[in-house]
Nanobody
Framework: QVQVVESGGGLVQAGGSLRLSCVVS????????MGWFRQAPGKEREFVAA?????YYADSVKGRFTISRDNAKNTVYLQMNSLKSDDTAIYYC?????????????????WGQGTQVTVSS
């Protein structure tokens, strides 16, 4: 069974940066796309970024966030710069189902437990 573990969340001031990490167990990590989603209190889970053969971003984070991966470490990263209070949420990492919609949560399996990001204004 695939395990997904996120880390790197925390409290940061507006304008600051954080880097989230997501470690995925299993020998086939490099064969799958990966994505980051987030869920703020009282809101639905929303797409943030994905990486397959290229990268994709939600409009709300484009130019501020960068998704990357290190296949040797079975790890995907989310570098978050110029953070805003609206970025406060629990951030989740998940493995993309091949052929699925990269921006829909239904297109992913093997979700992590999430890591809290809080941006103070």
């Amino acid at each position: 069974q695939v395990q997904v573990v996120e880390s790197g969340g925390g409290l940061v001031q507006a304008g600051g940066s954080l880097r989230l990490s997501c470690v995925v167990s299993g020998p086939t990590f490099r064969s799958y796309g990966m994505g980051w989603f987030r869920q703020a209190p009282g809101k639905e889970r929303e797409f943030v970024a994905a990486i397959t053969w290229t990268t994709y971003y939600a409009d709300s984070v484009k130019g501020r966030f960068t998704i990357s991966r290190d296949n040797a470490k079975n790890t995907v990263y989310l570098q978050m710069n110029s953070l805003k209070s609206d970025d406060t949420a629990i951030y989740y990492c998940a493995r993309k189902i091949p052929g699925s919609d990269r921006s829909a949560s239904q297109g992913y399996d093997s979700w992590g437990q999430g890591t809290q990001v809080t941006v103070s204004s």
